[in-house]
Nanobody, 120 residues
Framework: QVQLVESGGGLVQPGGSLRLSCAAS????????MGWYRQAPGKQRELVAE???????NLADSVKGRFTISRDNAKNTVYLQMNSLKPEDTAVYYC??????????????WGQGTQVTVSS
């Protein structure tokens, strides 16, 4: 079994910062791409940022210059550093990862989501 557990969400004022973490655990052989998505009320889930196993990153235009994605392969963890937060960043943030296990091969796993609210 594989689990992705997010942490670090919460309430922050506009202009503030938060750091999200997502740790993968279980019968993991290897982890390929990892990423963060978000879903605001009434909107579709959208890509925020993604990172390959080699460290190459891709960020949505709306967060470039404000958010940074990174990963610690030794800890099977991906991070999302969010600076200069805006009210429009309010959403549930989900992490995902393509993980290889002996039972399922390559499979896309999702975390349960963590709420980020930007409000004064």
């Amino acid at each position: 079994q594989v689990q992705l557990v997010e942490s670090g969400g919460g309430l922050v004022q506009p202009g503030g910062s938060l750091r999200l973490s997502c740790a993968a655990s279980g019968s993991i052989v290897s982890i390929n791409d990892m990423g963060w998505y978000r879903q605001a009320p009434g909107k579709q889930r959208e890509l925020v940022a993604e990172i390959t196993s080699g460290g190459r990153t891709n960020l949505a235009d709306s967060v470039k210059g404000r958010f940074t994605i990174s990963r610690d392969n030794a800890k099977n963890t991906v991070y999302l550093q969010m600076n200069s937060l805006k009210p429009e960043d309010t959403a549930v943030y989900y992490c995902n990862a393509v993980i290889w296990t002996r039972s399922r091969g390559d499979y896309l796993y999702w975390g349960q989501g963590t709420q980020v609210t930007v409000s004064s």
